[in-house]
């Protein structure tokens, strides 16, 4: 299958979505910003970095790309579209998913390894994982708080839209120990599609044993299943 | 005729705001003990031409609309007034 990975300028994490890509034995091909062929990607990823300086807010500008007509052409379509870090604050901005992202609580920027709880393996990028489990993750952000009122939250929570959740390395909830001090310790959520996932940590920053964790594969394996079970996910023209 | 809108984006006030706590600390640290609140925004300036005082207002509240804040977390605010220089010239470079 072929990943569309696209690109910003101040995009920097496409290089290593395009390595979990490889690694996994698929193919990717990179999707510029001015363009709006998304070159019959099975699934687009919107990688990390910060798409035109993140002025103003993160996202806030990107979201007006020519790409990212397409890409939401192609998600209103049911396409999978798998926004991560920058590309999570892209598609909250881009409204695709609900909530926004604000900055740390800590008003740092931080960058190490998290404990994401799987909450719902009922969706095309947790397919591969079960449920309950704990996959060591790395974040990498300044402003990966994740903030939406609460009848928008209880919603989530219902519809099990709550792909992720920050934990302890057990498991156990964190609490205000969470990376940012996301509402209800949010990692990643998804649309009311399912075809849509935004989350924080960088899957790709784990996609090897040598780089400390490959729990990251699962994320991107299960993709793949889910695009050769269900050939009813759109494939973009 | 040319207008000055400056457009003030503050948080909502249910939403945190880390920065506007963490001034707060800063200014009692200076013994600043009757500070009770502080809430860090946005000020960003506009100028913009237009027929009416009114047509204008309404074009920079689209802007909000649509770019200019995020109205999942901010609130808006417009001031808007005659610029003084009708066509300003552009700044000075440093020396």
């Known amino acids: 299958m072929r990943f569309g990975i696209a690109v910003f300028p ?6 290593d979505c395009a390595r979990a890509v490889e690694v996994l034995g698929h193919q990717s091909v990179r999707l510029w910003h001015r363009d709006r062929d998304l070159q019959g990607s099975d699934c687009v990823i919107l990688p990390g970095g910060f798409a035109y300086g993140d ?3 993160t996202g806030a500008v990107a979201r007006f790309a020519p790409l990212m007509e397409s890409v939401q052409e192609f998600a209103a379509a049911g396409g999978l579209v798998l926004g991560i870090c920058n590309g999570f604050q892209i598609l909250c ?30 969706t095309p990028f947790t397919g591969d994982c079960e449920r309950g489990g704990v996959l060591a993750i790395p974040v990498s952000h300044g ?14 929570e219902a519809e099990q839209r709550v792909a992720f959740r920050y934990v302890a390395r057990d498991g156990t909830a964190v609490g205000d ?10 990692a990643g ?26 729990d990251g594969m699962r994320i991107f394996r299960s993709v793949v299943e889910a695009v050769a079970e269900h050939s009813a996910f759109a494939v973009a023209p | 005729m040319r207008y000055l809108a400056e457009v003030v984006i503050s948080l909502k006030p249910v939403v945190n705001d880390p920065q506007g706590l963490t001034v707060r600390a800063g200014l009692h640290q200076l013994g600043f003990a009757e500070v009770s609140e502080v809430r860090v925004g946005k000020h960003i300036s506009v100028e913009v ?22 109205p999942v977390i901010e609130d808006y605010r417009i001031e808007l007034r005659p610029s003084r ?3 300003p010239a552009p700044a000075a470079p440093p020396a």
């Open chain 2, 85 to 87: 220089e009708a066509s």
């Open chain 1, 10 to 15: 101040g995009t920097w994490s496409d290089g």
């Open chain 2, 49 to 70: 031409d237009g027929d009416s005082e009114a047509g204008a207002r309404q074009r920079v509240a689209e802007m909000c609309e649509k770019l200019l804040r995020n």
């Open chain 1, 55 to 57: 002025h103003l807010r």
């Open chain 1, 189 to 214: 959520v998804v649309s009311e599609g399912r075809n849509v996932l935004g989350m924080m940590p960088h899957p790709e920053r784990a996609a090897e044993p040598l780089l400390g964790s490959d």
């Open chain 1, 143 to 156: 402003e990966g708080r994740f903030v939406a009122d609460p009848s928008t939250l209880d919603r989530l």
């Open chain 1, 93 to 122: 901005e881009a409204h695709l998913l609900p909530g926004a992202l604000t900055r740390n609580a800590s008003l740092e920027f931080r960058c190490e390894t998290t404990w994401l709880r799987v909450e719902t393996v009922e």
């Open chain 1, 177 to 186: 120990a969470s990376p940012n001090g996301s509402m209800r310790d949010i």
